[in-house]
């Protein structure tokens, strides 16, 4: 089984820290993905990476940064954390291919006072 | 771009009763199409896939048909069960692009 393993469940951070949240996979999977869960919003792509050290912006990049140093390891940074990131993060990952799923790490819920 | 319609929610059954969630997409190409459930407090799970038209995807009595004419993929279950109440997602993949989701439906399923 794909076993996709974020670091935390739930952090509370401050305003103005950097958090890092991270998020390792066991496959080998090329790809890995970095979304973030918000009521009524549903589910939007922050960052995406093809392959090590490469990094795609989604569609709400902005207050964020990524790090993939190596294969099975992706970081979500938030450089100066504000109250409008508190949000539940999702990390995923899947091999190359338009048939292959993404799978699914259990979230992260950040809380940003 | 690419993108997917999901009937609007809550849904909510009695157990036993019979399930469809619709599901449209727009996409250049030929997507793959996947349905993900995600219970309370957890991430998304693969709940089933089709790759190409007519595939029908299944898994734990739920199925969905890959309609290119309908550019549909609606999830259908005959028995619902308490323990299914949960938010269901549709997304689609085209080449090596990220999912598209859509907006999720939250089903709740009553004894």
């Known amino acids: 089984d794909v076993k996709v393993t974020q670091s935390s469940r739930y952090l509370v951070k401050r305003t103005g820290e950097k958090v890092f949240l991270e998020c390792v996979q066991d496959m080998d999977h090329e790809n890995m993905f970095w979304y973030r869960q918000d009521p009524g919003l549903g589910l939007r792509l922050i960052y995406f990476s093809y392959d090590v050290k490469m990094k795609e912006k989604g569609d709400i990049p902005e207050g964020y940064s990524v790090s993939r140093e190596k294969k099975e390891r992706f970081s979500l940074i938030l450089e100066s954390a504000s109250t409008n990131q508190t949000s539940m993060y999702l990390c995923?990952?899947?091999?190359?291919?338009?048939?292959?799923?993404?799978?699914f790490g259990d979230g992260t819920r950040l809380s940003i006072l | 771009g690419d993108s997917v319609t999901q009937m609007e929610g809550p849904v909510t059954l009695s157990e036993e009763a019979f399930l469809t969630i619709n599901c449209t997409y727009t996409?250049?190409?030929?997507?793959?199409l996947f349905w993900y459930v995600q219970y309370p407090g957890e991430g998304l799970q693969l709940l089933l896939k089709a790759t190409k038209a007519d595939d029908k995807g299944s898994n734990k009595g739920f199925e969905a048909t890959y309609r290119k004419e309908t550019t549909s993929f609606h999830l259908e279950k005959g028995s619902v069960q308490v323990s299914d109440s949960a938010v269901y997602f549709c997304?689609?993949?085209?080449?090596?692009?990220?999912?598209?989701f859509g907006k999720g439906t939250r089903l709740s399923v009553i004894a």
């Open positions: 995923a990952s899947s091999f190359l291919g338009s048939n292959q799923p993404q799978h």
């Open positions: 997304a689609l993949r085209s080449g090596n692009t990220p999912l598209v």
């Open positions: 996409a250049t190409g030929y997507p793959s």
